[in-house]
């Protein structure tokens, strides 16, 4: 095994042991990025010389006893919507294709003072617009099962970066499932916070629930790990709080290690669809094994599933008033640089009245307050990550699931969406492949500021079947990646066609 391939948490404990140095684990991911990122482009941009004497500093500080943070000396990848000073992020726009900032955003700054070593980043759709992670700066991003196959997003390249072994920790954000679907199309685990866990100090309506930050790894215990550092107060979020200055949130004792769950004591709900989202049959059939698999490891179990009704309009209308917000002047000024997602999603809000956007508002209240009752007699909900296996990159989104058309580009991502419009916690735990033989997500959604609860969850399910080599979490094929064309060969790599 490369020191890559460690997990973050092995990884962090042999440097404080001095059994590993930084210097040694960045070099190594260096290694594997030259090898396999041509054949899927998931990291976009590095700076190796900042990163080097980044990793130089923190194994001298390991040499001199001082005391370390809970991310010392590990490589981590940040998702080219976040803001890193002196290294280009894009937003995966032309428009900020030369943008080098001159700050860090307080989710890398809190990165960084946990002894994190910012090694580059990671590969976006246009401002995080639609689940296929392809822009015209950088070009496409492969899934790393299968190069032609897409990553889903818009977090696709964190995801890839972290099933390749390129690096032991990534971040990403979600809105409609953006830490949550690519998660699910790559073997990785994404976690979605509640909002104002993970401060997010640039979200343009800042009393939205919809946008969040949060961490990505390639298992629970990185993921936790990640999320400790991560997790913060900052005044400039109107979702995160503290009381009289003592700040609530934060403690990193309370995510990592994760806290133990005994599942025998717990009731389990499982629904492929929440009774209305497009869950194609082949994904219907697969959770089905699975749910087969975990269900004996309960207290109980049974089909049930929480009210979504109104779910998609309310999201569609809460969705488009935001990116109506943030890319309205964008698409008005410089139409020619803006990709067809975020013209859609900008002309879509503005047509939408205040008559639309109170009913939206009133629908995700009545679905907020349905659950409650809902998971006052169920502990854990178990589902789908997604709706669909994955599916060429040159697909811009699915337009049918077995058959039937989809409302939206986005509908087929409504399993992750309809548990962001009520604000619950929730994870995409990686568990084996489907039966086109590329990975399957498993959903993993708690009660309402319940994040340590579900993490301790997923670590359960995920100890249950480590040795399981049919549901564990699938590896791709390394040798056949370093052997792939370089993704950038490929027709419209670079394009929407």
């Not at 370390?68 to 590990?74: A, D, F, S, T």
């Amino acid at each position: 095994m490369e020191p890559c391939d460690l997990t973050a948490t092995v990884a962090r404990a042999l440097i404080g042991r001095k059994k590993l140095s930084p210097v040694e684990l960045l070099h190594s991911c260096f290694g594997r990025i030259d090898a396999v990122n041509p054949a899927v482009n998931a990291i976009v941009a590095e700076d190796r010389d900042a990163s080097l004497a980044a990793a130089v500093d923190a194994e001298q500080a390991v040499m001199q006893g001082d005391t370390l943070g809970v991310l010392h000396g590990l490589p981590v990848g940040i998702k080219d919507l976040v803001d890193v000073k002196g290294l280009r992020t894009t937003y995966g726009s032309p428009i900020f294709a030369d943008h080098v900032p001159e700050a860090d955003w307080s989710l890398v700054t809190n990165l960084r003072r946990a002894g994190a070593v910012i090694l580059g980043k990671t590969n976006t759709p246009e401002f995080g617009a639609g689940a296929n992670t392809r822009n015209t700066v950088y070009g496409a991003t492969g899934n790393p099962f299968d190069p032609s196959k897409s990553a889903a997003g818009s977090s696709g390249g964190s995801a890839v970066a972290l099933a390749a072994g390129m690096v032991p920790l990534c971040s990403g954000s979600d809105t409609g499932g953006s830490l949550r679907n690519p998660a699910a199309f790559c073997g990785i685990l994404g976690y979605r916070p509640s909002a104002g866990l993970v401060p997010y100090e640039k979200r343009g309506h800042g009393w939205s629930n919809l946008p969040v930050q949060g961490p990505m790894a390639r298992n629970v215990a990185d993921a936790s790990l990640m999320l400790s550092a991560m997790a913060s107060d900052n005044a400039g979020d109107p979702l995160a709080y503290t009381l009289h200055d003592r700040a609530v949130r934060g403690k990193p004792a309370l995510f990592s290690p994760p806290r133990g769950i005994d599942l025998a004591r717990l009731r389990l709900a499982f629904t492929p669809d929440f009774g209305v989202a497009p869950t194609e049959k082949h994904v219907r059939g697969v959770f089905a094994e699975r749910v087969a698999a975990i269900a004996p490891l309960f207290a109980g179990a049974e089909e049930a599933s929480p009210d979504c009704a109104g779910g998609d309009e309310a999201f569609e209308i809460l969705r488009a008033a935001g990116f109506l917000a943030a890319h309205g002047q964008k698409v008005r000024e410089r139409p020619q640089d803006c990709g067809p997602n975020i013209i859609a999603n900008v002309e879509e809000g503005m047509g939408y009245s205040l008559d639309d956007y109170a009913r939206a508002a009133t629908i995700q209240t009545r679905m907020y307050r349905a659950w409650q009752g809902f998971f006052g007699k169920h502990d854990v909900l178990i589902t789908p990550s997604i709706t669909i296996s994955p599916r060429p990159w040159r697909e811009l989104y699915p337009a049918e699931i077995d058959g039937a058309p989809t409302r939206t580009y986005f509908h087929w991502l409504s399993l992750a969406y309809y548990v962001t419009l009520v604000g619950h916690p929730a994870v995409s735990l990686p568990m084996g492949l489907d039966r086109n033989g590329m990975p399957f997500g498993l959903q993993i959604v708690g009660p309402r500021g319940g994040d340590a609860y579900v993490l301790g969850v997923a670590a359960a399910i995920e100890a249950a079947f480590a040795a399981d080599t049919a549901l564990a979490r699938p590896v791709p094929d390394l040798a056949a990646l370093r052997a792939a064309p370089p993704i950038s060969n490929s027709e419209a790599f670079l394009s929407w066609g």
